[in-house]
């Protein structure tokens, strides 16, 4: 019973840090925005997390630290796709280009120091039934922010007015602009949101998941989250279940090898992305599926003046 508990536990918070940055991508992406650059704003947030704390003692000045650093690359994004109106595809995949190789620099003197004791985790009291609260309510706070932040956002697409404008910038711009709403100003918002949400989701990576900084330490996630999104059409309650399934895959390996179980870890690495190819191959058997649910406008510059 106690390994069962110690495997739900470490699967919560292995699919947190994919359901924080989901959560993000699914706001900007119901705008109409597509931003391939999640993997380098995790990575700066990471950075930016373990940095602030290692400095000030602060885990919390390293969550606003992390949060800042991705929405800082959120508004770079931003300003070249929404005002520039570059290609959102390359402006993407640029920005994972810069995060990647700015994180590796400035955290280069970070690389293998320690961070000051985190006080303890899990929800009092709760923590203390047995089974139950060992495998649900001993996760860090930010494992059941995540959950209510879904849910917020769930609320605020499909029972909010400005809900409802996101998603109509996201189903047809022309539309909304016509009704007088600013289309680059709500998508540069969800940018924004989206950027910072990025960054909370690296910092958690190195201020909670691993408590360090390691070159790319990421891993993947970032592409994991874009892909996720995917997975689960865009719906809050499907990107619940696909974080916390991509979460079990990508502790299983750990949880393999405590049974005894030999498989070589090289092989147990790739399950996250072997996991996710078969995920993406498995949806896009069915193009009208994808075709209902996607925004209708995502990844499409759209310039008012054309």
């Known amino acids: 019973m106690s390994v069962t508990a110690s495997i739900i536990a470490a699967t919560l918070n292995a699919g947190t840090p994919l359901l924080i940055a989901a959560i993000g991508i699914l ?6 925005v597509l931003n391939l650059g999640i993997e380098g704003m995790m990575l700066l947030g990471a950075v930016a ?4 704390t290692y400095a000030t003692g602060s885990f919390a000045l390293g969550f606003a630290a992390g949060a800042a650093a991705g929405l800082a690359l959120a508004a770079l994004f931003g300003f070249f796709t929404l005002g520039l109106y ?5 402006a993407g995949l640029a920005l994972t280009l810069f995060g990647t190789g700015f ?7 970070l690389q293998g120091m320690a961070l000051p004791a985190r006080a303890s985790t899990g929800i009092a009291f709760l923590e203390d039934i047995p089974f139950v609260g060992e495998a649900l309510f001993s996760s860090h706070a930010f494992a059941y922010l995540a959950l209510a932040g879904l849910a917020l956002v769930g609320w605020f697409l499909y029972r909010s007015r400005w809900g409802l404008v996101v998603r109509a910038v996201g189903e047809s711009p022309k539309a909304a602009y016509a009704l007088g709403y600013n289309v680059r100003t709500i998508r540069f918002c969800a940018v924004l949101f989206g950027g910072l949400m ?3 989701a690296g910092a958690y990576l190195s201020l909670v998941y691993t408590p360090l900084w390691a070159e790319g330490m990421t891993a993947g996630r970032g592409w994991i989250a874009l892909a996720l999104v995917t997975f689960a059409t865009w719906r ?8 916390y399934l991509f979460g079990g ?8 090898q405590a049974m005894g179980i030999e498989i070589p870890s090289q092989i147990m690495s790739m399950t996250p992305y072997l996991a996710t190819i078969l995920v993406l191959v498995l949806i896009s058997r069915n193009p009208k599926w994808i075709a209902l649910n996607v925004p209708a406008s995502l990844g499409k510059t759209f310039n008012p003046k054309s």
Do not use: C, D, W
Request: proline fraction near 5%; charged fraction near 5%; avoid cysteine.
């Open 86 to 90: 570059a290609n959102q595809y390359a």
């Open 198 to 200: 990025s960054g909370l």
């Open 27 to 32: 706001i900007h992406e119901k705008s109409g």
């Open 103 to 109: 994180s590796a620099f400035v955290g280069q003197p």
């Open 249 to 256: 895959v990508t502790m299983m390996q750990f949880n393999m």
């Open 236 to 243: 809050p309650l499907r990107v619940v279940l696909g974080a």
């Open 49 to 52: 997390g373990f940095g602030a």
